[in-house]
Antibody, heavy 118, light 107 residues
Framework: EVQLVETGGGLVQPGRSLKLSCVAS????????MSWTRQAPGKGLEWVAS????????YYPDSVKGRFTISRDNAQNTLYLQMNSLRSEDTATYYC???????????WGQGASVTVSS | DIQMTQSPASLSASLGETISIECRAS??????LAWYQQKSGKSPQLLIY???RLQDGVPSRFSGSGSGTQYSLKISGMQPEDEGDYFC?????????FGGGTKLELK
């Protein structure tokens, strides 16, 4: 069974940093691209970052580019999201997702809640 | 960026009714479209990918169609467990973008 378990969420002040982790199991982690997608309270979904299976390439929307960094440790089956210079608009539940067929996010974690507030 | 316009924003359907949700892309996305269902308090679940391919384990009452800039999700016979939010996703170009969502309720 595919499992994605996110940790590292919490309350953080504006301008500070936070790092999310996602431990994957039930599939061969290094065969898949991985991504992060977020959902602000009561709002829709927003894609945040993607990384190739080797970790050699990463992709971001303009809203987080330069502030967020996606990375992975294939030996530990773990995906990361380093979030710097956090803003109130980054408040959301962050989902770790497995990606196949280039863009299809076919497995989602339970989500990690991030609140940016003073 | 490719804009995904999803309609309607909300929908109320009777048991057994057939419903459709539409997504219109601001440019051709070449069928690089997926549909997700999100039940209250849960993570999204993949229903359809490549516009019309049913994800394993998804009931056959769900179907997808479309091409170019126009896509739709059809539920043939609304069931109580189909209540939730539905989102489309385009993966034709970065940044990947979602539709605004459709809230589906049982009448």
């Amino acid at each position: 069974e595919v499992q994605l378990v996110e940790t590292g969420g919490g309350l953080v002040q504006p301008g500070r940093s936070l790092k999310l982790s996602c431990v994957a199991s039930g599939f061969t982690f290094n065969n898949y691209w991985m991504s992060w997608t977020r959902q602000a309270p009561g709002k829709g979904l927003e894609w945040v970052a993607s990384i190739t299976n080797s970790g050699g390439s990463t992709y971001y929307p303009d809203s987080v580019k330069g502030r967020f960094t996606i990375s992975r440790d294939n030996a530990q089956n773990t995906l990361y999201l380093q979030m710097n210079s956090l803003r109130s608009e980054d408040t959301a539940t962050y989902y770790c997702t497995r990606v196949r067929y280039y863009y299809v996010m076919d497995a989602w974690g339970q989500g990690a809640s991030v609140t940016v507030s003073s | 960026d490719i804009q995904m316009t999803q309609s309607p924003a909300s929908l109320s359907a009777s048991l057994g009714e057939t419903i459709s949700i539409e997504c219109r892309a601001s440019e051709d996305i070449y069928s690089n479209l997926a549909w997700y269902q999100q039940k209250s308090g849960k993570s999204p679940q993949l229903l359809i990918y490549a516009a019309n391919r049913l994800q394993d384990g998804v009931p056959s009452r769900f179907s997808g169609s479309g091409s170019g800039t126009q896509y739709s999700l059809k539920i043939s016979g609304m069931q109580p467990e189909d209540e939730g939010d539905y989102f489309c996703l385009q993966g034709s170009k970065f940044p990947w973008t979602f539709g605004g969502g459709t809230k589906l309720e049982l009448k």
